[in-house]
């Protein structure tokens, strides 16, 4: 984990003290619990140490504290929780600051917005369950006073959008999740490319939403064949 | 292979698991058959060991897969065959999803455009066969749901653009090639800035397709003298 | 010392020899004055080395020079001291020439504002003494001919901001401290963070200035709440 | 030398096998005459190693070649000998391909203006004899189609212009100057600060060449009081 840290502070997606990584470990039954390890509240994550992890039981019972005195449990160690109850198969949940992710909840101005549409990019393979041609739906939820507040919005939207495995949140950042880190990697990369494509489309005047104009007459025509 | 894919990882060339590299070694003669060696499938490029690379031969048959197990091989397969088929000096090919490239394929917002054109820039003279007063001119291909469709509209334009070492794919990223992996790389690199550079000047509302105000005086003038 | 600059130098925030740190070890009480670190004038700092480091007493004077011969004392010297003296838990300051910070100073075009406003922003957290729904309010003091000379500017606004760590100096860069390096650091990123977010929200023409839209009735509800 | 260049390739600034750098020893008098070390041409700079270096007398002769067989000299060669001679004290030369500096070469999109012009900006204080009020004048010579051919222009503008240690060339690139690698070095970054500056804030709507708004009647009253 501290290796992923020092990965991602190198690309400004953890700024100050701020974002985390979650792994799982366990399936989760009654002969096989599992254990959540987190990363603490308020250090610098690029110079963590390996020991600098809290370990949870599946009732966000520490079981094990960092090495390191002084540590407290990260804000966000319910939102892990979330994550991993609704999304059975998921293992790693990595939280980003990006700049690209928090301007990304801002392309409508009105803010009204409950969900980021995107389409026809060669990225959306990278972030599962969606292909070139796909409508990606990410959820955005607005942000709150202190982190764990934000459980009841990204407990309901985590369910009501079971295709994404991301859930924006506003002027804040973005969660991205996968059955392993590796996989949590990728599409956080993913997830990234694509927020930073939605910014510079719409500063191109192109609307990332829709079908790409020389597409419309031959998409609807492939998608009358797939149907057949 | 691994320490360029370390490289281009680093300068966000290689999002996800997007991307990839293929080198041939052999002349491709009955005596000197040319093998094929490929980037595999779906990993994380900049943490690839040397042994993660499949071995093909001129049918593009595996003769030696990667050493690690349950390694796949890329959907791209065929198409560093197009390249090699259609350019037999070429020697390498790189893959990548460079931002860049990617919105450079949108620079013309009707994405009706079947070319990208640019003149009068000195890192022209990097990408081969052309110096700064020359326009060239890369082909774009539309995407496809999957990357080995890319196959026949690879092939047509490869012949109709036989100056150009690259071809962009809308909305999806480019292919670059050269004699040589060093080559290869100068080219993309030459490419990538190029491609920045019209981004950049679309923005200042600067036209990158026509010779520059100040030139068009002289320049028609030299060209007469050159043609003397 | 090193280590850090070299850091900051790969964020792009010391160009040129630009920028520098200061430390200070001690209580200040007679029992246990303090001394001051400061890195020296004219260097590049990311090719500094740990003992190219000047070390004064409370009163500006040096008590040990740098190892290296021939190296000056810092012009921005005088203003450490206006820090520490009137934030007695500094014990660390920062100085960049960060784009964003430079860029930060300029977004009001008649550059008449004497301060910077930003509101409802995760990163707002990272800042000390402000949370998400905080107006930050950071002041910019106008560019000298001389570092030194912007003593007399610094002393009036830390005192007119004191709930604010940082100042801005106008098409020049930016001041922060912390009570220790390590927040120091943490706060300068969050600045820089936040100075980016106004530059880019500016430009998708969002107001970084004002309560969201979306969250205008919520909250003035909410503040009412709290009130009670 | 292949340290430098390495950390200006990972600027960008080395795109492809652009730019270059060179190095002179000895005061050129009779008794001490002085020698060049130049970078060879079209390899990858981040790649070269220490003895990639061709060594020429004061009459552009080859003293030494590289000890790598095949290395070319640079066709920027006779351009060094353009600076050592008209400026005296000058012992480094590199020239570089970034995008600030070739974008900064548009600002005018007529692309008439034969000089950039920038005025109250702190890291002014970086290019060699310029304070912050000075207006720095950056003379932009017109781009060739062999980099050596540039010799009469920089030859007329480097006369023109003695107060600035750096040439634009349109569409291309930049020459810097300074009495060591490391005052060439520092010179470099503050110069590319500058252009990346004057590109931004011609993005933000503010004019780059003119005194401030805010500083007009002070400024011209603190001329006035210098005069005295």
Known sequence: MSQLCEKFYAKGWFPGTGGGISVRI???TEADPYTVFSTPSGIQKEDMIGDDIFELDMKQNVILPPSTPG????SMTNLWYVVYHHRPSAMCVIHTHSMNAQLATLLDST??????RLTHLEMLKGVGNHSYECMLEIPI???QMAENLLEPDMTRVIQEYPKCNAILVRRHGVYVWGDSWEEAK?????????????IQMKQMGIDFSSVPPSKKTKTSTKRAHNEI
């Open 26 to 28: 366990g399936a989760g």
């Open 71 to 74: 540590l407290k449990l990260s």
């Open 111 to 116: 803010e009204e917005d409950q969900v980021l």
């Open 141 to 143: 939820i607005d942000n």
């Open 186 to 198: 990728t599409r956080l990369e993913s997830f990234d490319y694509l927020f930073e494509t939605a």
